[in-house]
């Protein structure tokens, strides 16, 4: 049996396509030890579904295996339940606040001022004149608070992402709490200051009666900016790439949920997630011991052939579709709905008006394993 080499995941090509790594790692085993990173690789759907939905053996919060957690990084990501169910429910009721008409709106009228700034251009690069600028104001709109400014934000919020990966590339780890420390200060100020009715306003005047600790509302805010902006302008590109690397006659305009899913499942941003492991426990045909760190991938798992008939074709009504893009169990994306209803406007308009769009090309992929995004996509609309 070969080692698997984690390594091998930096390469440009497979920034690009990861699945035939992914493949060669599952058809060894489902659930496989990484020596270097010292971690389990979980591939297999079963598997990476039932660590993710066991928060009683697989913990989000590292304090339960004794790791040491500073107080600016407790939010409702890294808590587990018991307390993770007060700020998720929290936050829950501050989705329900916003007003998703107005968000609908507000996302048909800018991705229709981005398509109008683009149009007279030969070609562009969707990255940065659609992808972010169209996800930063929906994703503000939605928590309604001010757009900060998109210079600024935007390599902030990737020097983040970049930490995430820092078991890979460990001199990307003080960077990202840095950047995550900075992002804090101007999420400080939006509970500080009078906001209008809805998402924000709402959870900051109902913490206290609901017994939600500033610091880690402070900290769920910036988790839901800050993941909310990354994934949905993150998938807007990545599921472009996989539209328009398909013949013309087998593209359509995702315009419904259920392609949508299809589009995530297949091309979904998010790779990596990881859990440590709290008691001795099997997973597949696997002993993991206590403290040990399990990586499930999700873009392996949602191309694992026991689970998907096809895996690895686009079929647009496929139902059911259990996914796992947006995660699964206690810690399952809250911010799905909003996710599927930006791309839904998004890739609707994108392919109606623009069935001959075309790559001019190949994209520039950023060096991130746990979140896969481009620097550039340069497009001809
Ligand atoms: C296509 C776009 C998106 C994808 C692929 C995605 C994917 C995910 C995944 C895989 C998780 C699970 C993380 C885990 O298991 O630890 C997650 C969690 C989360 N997502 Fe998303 N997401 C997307 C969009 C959004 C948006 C638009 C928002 C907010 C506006 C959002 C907010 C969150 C939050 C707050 C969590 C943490 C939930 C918790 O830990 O309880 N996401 N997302």
Request: hydrophobic share 40%; aromatic share 8%; glycine share 6%.
């Amino acid at each position: 049996m070969t080692e698997p080499n984690i390594w091998s995941l930096l390469e440009p090509s497979a920034l690009l396509d990861p699945h035939p790594i992914y493949r060669r790692w599952r058809e060894q085993s489902t659930v496989l030890w990484d020596a270097d990173i010292e971690a389990w690789l979980v591939t297999g759907y079963e598997e990476a579904f039932a660590a993710l939905r066991d928060a009683d053996n697989f913990c989000q919060d590292w304090r339960r295996v004794g790791v040491d957690t500073p107080p600016s990084l407790l939010s409702l990501q890294t808590l587990d339940p018991p307390e993770h169910t007060q700020i998720r429910h929290l936050m829950l009721e501050g989705f329900k606040a916003a007003d998703t008409e107005v968000l609908e709106k507000t996302v048909r009228a800018t991705l229709d001022e981005l398509l109008a700034a683009v149009e007279q251009h030969e070609t562009f690069d969707f990255v940065s004149r659609i992808a972010e600028p169209l996800t930063l104001r929906a994703v503000t709109e939605l928590l309604g608070v001010p757009e900060p400014d998109r210079e600024w934000f935007v390599p902030l919020s990737n020097t983040i992402v970049d930490g995430m990966d820092s078991s890979l590339r460990p001199e990307c780890y003080e960077p990202g709490v840095e950047a995550r420390a900075e992002l804090s200060a101007l999420v400080k100020t939006w509970l500080d200051s009078p906001l209008p009715d809805g998402f924000t306003a709402h959870v900051v005047r109902r913490a206290p009666s609901v017994g939600v600790d500033r610091e880690v509302l402070l900290n769920s805010l910036r988790v839901v900016l800050q993941a909310g902006f990354q994934t949905a302008s993150r998938f807007l590109v990545t599921g472009l790439l996989a539209l328009l690397r398909l013949p013309p006659e087998r593209r359509v305009p995702v315009d419904t949920d259920t392609a949508v899913h299809e589009l995530v499942r297949f091309a979904g941003p998010v790779h990596v997630e990881s859990r440590a492991c709290v008691r001795d426990v099997s997973l597949g045909d696997k002993k993991i011991r206590k403290g040990e760190i399990v990586s499930m991938f999700l873009g392996a798992a949602n191309r694992d052939p026991r689970m998907f008939v096809d895996p690895d074709v686009l079929q647009w009504g496929r139902t059911p579709n259990r996914h796992l893009g947006f995660g699964r169990g206690p810690h399952a994306c809250l911010g799905a709905q909003v996710a599927v209803q930006v791309a839904r406007i998004a890739f609707g308009t994108i392919g109606r008006r623009f069935p001959d769009a075309r790559l001019v090309a190949e994209p520039v992929p950023r060096l991130n394993v746990t979140e896969h995004g481009m620097h550039r996509l340069e497009v001809s609309f």
